[in-house]
């Protein structure tokens, strides 16, 4: 059987709610999380170019990127699709800076996957070619099932390799619209009833 892709932000972890946090240390700034109605960060959270590359770097210096939450029921919905013998496929656009705190984090919530991949889904320049994947040699690869947050991921898995997505509800992907390949749900206990082994979505 196909693994299932995961993307790791705010699909595994609380990261939109982390970004208010450093915009709060950083900046004495508030935002709600409701505010973040785009991917973009910086228009979301009203950056200058200066401050965002500030705001960019400290979130993901390792001590911060340990200290993400996970978001309520991830852990045990990978774990029960892992039991079920479901291959976890960990699939991330984080900068590649992360690498070792992301397998930390992983490793720390005993998160079970059979693979961990990142992949320059934005074209990031300081991105390690060493470490990341492009979008291209994404593509040879086979997914059964995918879970991701971004709208512009979930159209490129949908419409460019043909994969069934799960869209994660998140402020900034709300004007997608769910289609024959894109449903929309709202909560790992949503998300786990899954069954990616049988076209059940």
Request: proline share 2%; hydrophobic share 35%.
């Amino acid at each position: 059987m196909q693994p299932v892709y995961i993307d790791f932000d705010d699909v595994i972890t609380e990261t939109g709610q982390a970004c208010i946090e450093v915009l709060q240390q950083e900046f004495g700034r508030t935002a709600d999380f409701e505010d973040l109605t785009t991917f973009d960060l910086q228009v979301s959270l009203g950056l200058t170019d200066t401050e965002f590359e500030h705001f960019f770097q400290v979130l993901h210096r390792p001590e911060v990127v340990l200290n993400y939450q996970p978001i309520k029921g991830a852990v045990e919905g990978l774990n029960h699709w892992a039991d079920q013998g479901i291959k976890i496929a960990i699939v991330t656009g984080r900068s590649t800076s992360t690498y070792d705190a992301s397998l930390e984090w992983l490793e720390h919530y005993n998160v079970s996957y059979d693979s961990f991949t990142m992949v320059n889904k934005y074209q990031r320049e300081d991105s390690d070619q060493s470490i990341a994947i492009t979008l291209e040699e994404l593509t040879q690869r086979k997914y059964s099932l995918a879970v991701e947050d971004s709208d512009k991921m979930a159209a490129f898995l949908s419409e460019e390799m043909g994969i069934q997505v799960a869209l994660f509800d998140r402020p900034w992907n709300r004007n997608m619209k769910s289609n024959d390949k894109v449903t929309r749900y709202h909560s790992w206990d949503q998300l786990k009833k899954i069954k990616p082994d049988s076209a059940e979505f």
